[in-house]
């Protein structure tokens, strides 16, 4: 009897076993050649303040974290759209999160450093991410780095500096009133005595985003999204100086340079920059001469039609009316009941996708089309070398 007690066991063990590993195979099997792709979703639901505050029964901190973490795919989503209009009300999608959020956690500083940076420096409502700022040292008086964010964008956004001085020094006043150590008043003067020396002409919003990027997590997509945006400042700025080199070598020798190799001569560069070149030039000293460096993201400037070119820059941009494309695809499908599945079925319901920078190939994948590039031929900028004038070594 214990014997057949035993195997009975045994065989409902084995049994149960079996089960569980085919459920386990069956939900692995979705995922079996899959690629990892970012989360990006819209924000179906954004409550006012009051019915978040309902909604939460209680647990108000808690249910702004959970809704705060949940919101990250909305943001990545917003890199490509850069449209966050919402129906129903008021104010963009960032905002009504937003202000539901510090609704229902006013004390946590993140809330107020997040709702600046997607208001103002995502969709580029500057006087919304001031006023979150705002609102958040009247709950945190003292914490520094919400003082820090708004003395960057009345220096670097509205100018205060030149325009506004007699303000500016108001605000540090009232800034070195709030610290409550004599270390953070020091920090305060030490910080606006570098302000000035971190000015590069054609990159007044530089120091800005170096500031926002040291505040960042290293890794996070918003640190990925400071970066970006540096390496775009960079790559504009290193545009400029080309052609402005171009146009001395015109000057100087009427005629075109034929490549950037022409404008890399000694009496050139000292004619634009003097004795030394500015730390993010896009120069740099090889042996005993001088040649172009590379771009923030690794590729080499390029003459295109007589005009300096980052390739780089190039293919961010490309980013944009491919996203627009997409959605194009979303909504054909929709019309015609049916997703296409290649190029070729795109190109033959007039559907024809814009065409990539040089060296990119399209390629349909998951039912959108994306496009692929050959490796860089020099290593992008990446966190570490954009805060620091790393370029002057």
């Given amino acids: 009897m214990k014997a057949r007690a035993w195997l009975r066991s045994l065989v409902i063990y084995l049994a149960a076993l079996a089960c569980a590993v085919a459920i386990a195979g069956w939900n692995a099997s979705r995922f079996l050649g899959a690629k990892p792709e970012i989360r990006t979703k819209d924000l179906s639901f954004l409550p006012t303040p009051e019915v978040a505050r309902l909604l939460a029964i209680g647990h108000d901190s808690?249910?702004?974290?959970?809704?705060?973490?949940?919101?990250?795919?909305?943001?990545?989503?917003?890199?490509d759209r850069r449209d966050d209009t919402v129906d129903g009300g008021f104010g963009g999608?960032?905002?009504?999160?937003?202000?539901?959020?510090?609704?229902?956690?006013?004390?946590?500083?993140?809330?107020?450093?997040?709702?600046?940076?997607?208001?103002?420096?995502?969709?580029?409502?500057?006087?919304?991410?001031?006023?979150?700022?705002?609102?958040?040292?009247?709950?945190?008086?003292?914490?520094?780095?919400?003082?820090?964010?708004?003395?960057?964008?009345?220096?670097?956004?509205?100018?205060?500096?030149?325009?506004?001085?007699?303000?500016?020094?108001?605000?540090?006043?009232?800034w070195t009133d709030a610290e409550s150590t004599?270390?953070?008043?020091?920090?305060?003067?030490?910080?606006?005595a570098n302000m000035a020396k971190r000015r590069y002409k054609n990159l007044e919003q530089f120091a800005y985003w170096q500031d926002r990027l040291r505040d960042a997590t290293?890794?996070?997509?918003?640190?990925?999204?400071?970066?970006?945006?540096?390496?775009?400042q960079l790559a504009r700025y290193g545009e400029n100086e080309l052609k402005?080199?171009?146009?001395?070598?015109?000057?100087?020798?009427?005629?075109?340079?034929?490549?950037?190799?022409?404008?890399?001569?000694?009496?050139?560069?000292?004619?634009?920059?003097?004795?030394r070149s500015p730390p993010w030039a896009p120069v740099m000293r090889v042996g005993n001469g001088y040649a172009c460096r590379p771009d923030p993201y690794g590729l080499n400037y390029?003459?295109?039609?007589?005009?300096?070119?980052?390739?780089?820059?190039?293919?961010?941009?490309?980013?944009?009316?491919?996203?627009?494309?997409?959605?194009?695809?979303?909504s054909r499908a929709r019309e015609i009941g049916y997703r296409p599945r290649s190029i070729a079925e795109l190109t033959a319901i007039s559907l024809i996708p814009p065409?990539?920078?040089?060296?990119?190939?399209?390629?349909?994948?998951?039912?959108?089309?994306?496009?692929?590039?050959?490796?860089p031929s020099h290593p992008r900028l990446e966190r570490d070398q954009l805060l620091v004038n790393i370029l002057e070594k």
Avoid at 62 to 79: I, N
Avoid at 96 to 106: F, Q, S, T, V
Avoid at 182 to 192: A, D, T, V
Avoid at 357 to 374: A, F, K, N, Q
């Fill in 302 to 330: 390029a003459l295109v039609a007589g005009k300096p070119v980052s390739p780089g820059l190039t293919r961010e941009r490309f980013r944009y009316p491919l996203a627009d494309f997409n959605r194009n695809i979303e």
């Fill in 93 to 174: 999608g960032f905002q009504r999160l937003y202000d539901a959020l510090i609704e229902l956690d006013p004390k946590f500083e993140p809330f107020y450093q997040y709702a600046a940076m997607c208001t103002g420096g995502l969709t580029g409502k500057d006087h919304l991410a001031m006023g979150y700022l705002q609102r958040g040292i009247m709950e945190l008086p003292h914490e520094t780095g919400i003082w820090r964010h708004i003395a960057a964008l009345l220096v670097q956004q509205y100018r205060y500096e030149e325009c506004h001085p007699e303000l500016l020094d108001a605000f540090f006043a009232a």
């Fill in 244 to 275: 402005a080199l171009c146009a001395l070598y015109q000057e100087a020798h009427g005629r075109a340079a034929s490549g950037l190799d022409d404008v890399m001569t000694e009496p050139l560069l000292r004619a634009r920059y003097g004795d």
């Fill in 62 to 79: 808690t249910a702004a974290k959970l809704r705060w973490l949940d919101s990250f795919a909305y943001f990545q989503l917003q890199l």
């Fill in 218 to 232: 290293p890794g996070s997509t918003m640190c990925e999204f400071i970066e970006g945006v540096m390496r775009d």
């Fill in 355 to 375: 065409t990539p920078p040089e060296g990119g190939r399209l390629i349909m994948e998951r039912d959108l089309v994306r496009v692929e590039y050959p490796d």
């Fill in 182 to 192: 004599f270390q953070e008043k020091q920090i305060i003067l030490i910080w606006k």
